[in-house]
């Protein structure tokens, strides 16, 4: 078999109106995509013809008019699980990822609704098991308070090995359907799960047939100790938000290390970045537009947060004045220094101010880093972390949609794929496939198996 060359898995991170704050205010922006099904298909639709492994749906379970300002897209979207079903009706092979929070939810909802929504659409589910990262859920689900991290991680782990039994709850031969006899299903090859742990009972078996992918594969995110060991031990994909490519490297190296302790391959957990392309046909046109973008924050400029990130105390500093000595900082490391140059890249040139160092910290507020310039500039960055043991693949975030998720899909791809580094066709048609794995053997039929022999 030929040995193949590694290449990129590439997603779409859905922000309805763009990753950057103020990216449904460009006039070519779409400000009112969430709730339009012809725009989420057109979406889907173009991501599939770039072939792309998957479309991304987060989730979260509170909000409030104040986030307006800064994630205006996290405020109000449509419910995963539906939203999902109604995209899979019009693909056929890109992967689709749903969001599902364990500490607000059951077992068997979870593994009922995935397991469906693996059929609806032909195999090609992946689950994002979330704790939930928002407190106020706690109210909107009858909770005294959010639980703390271990917490939620002890349930999360005990939830996501029932959903998983339950899926296997049924044989893929257990439906005999023979019209001569009568018989419709084997009652041998249906198995209860009997689960009685410190947080849940469930008796089982699913009523749905075990999913087309069988184990329908599991993403994470997070930054806790106990969420990167769940990503490490069960997850396919992990996703994370960084910026800085010497820490995106200590983490890559965590999770891949964490991975073998729990006897797994290293390549059997992809470390997926967020990445915000706001590419243009030249760099230039990308610079002005990062710079039309930042005119159109609404921001009273208040430094406090930016002061904590560099470690400098900016109160008494002209915001059009340049910016102060980075040798100051209280940090350790050069973090700093390297927020600023990130900055600097994005506006092109060295001398920036301090307004022009927030706005770069306000775009990138919810931890994923932005890259302004052409096509090449975009393609050598994402070779570097790739090459450089920093990322296995990006959740994409247009920085505002239809358009910054076109040029990334007509210019960058392209050059991405003259390289080498991404497929020109899909060489899968399930979730599992794209990222190389095969659909595992049922537990329950591999230890019947193991019974009988032992006869
Ligand atoms: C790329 C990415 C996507 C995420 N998506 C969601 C999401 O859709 N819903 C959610 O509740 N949390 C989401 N999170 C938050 C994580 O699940 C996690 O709770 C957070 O990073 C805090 O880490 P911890 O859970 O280890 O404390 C996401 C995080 C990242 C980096």
Redesign the pocket.
Known sequence: MPILKRQLHLGL?LFSTGYHPAGWRLPEAVADGAFDPKFLHRIARRLEEAKFDFFFL???LATSPDMQHQFPSQMVRLEPFTMIANIAAVTERIGLIV?A?TTYSEPYTVARQTASLDYLSGGRLAW?V?????IRAAQNYSREKHWD?SRRYDYAEEFVKIVQELWDSWEDEAFVRDKESGVFVDGSKVHVINHHGEHFSVAGPLNVARPPQGQIPLL?????E??RELGAKLSTAV???QILIELAKSFYADIKTKAEAFGRKQNEVSILP?LVPLVGRTAEEAHAKYRELSSLLVTDYDLSALSARIGIDLKGYELDGPLPDLSLSTLPGKESEWLVELAQRAEGRKEITIRELFHYFAATAR?HLLIVGDAKQVADRMEEWFTGGAADGF?ICPPYLPGGLDLFIDLVIPELQRRGLFRTEYEADTFRGHFGLSRPDNRFARSTILEGAGE
């Open positions: 991170f987060g989730d979260a969001t929070n994002n979330v704790t939930g990262m928002d991290n994470n995110a997070g930054t806790s106990r969420s996703f994370t938000g967020g931890g959740n």
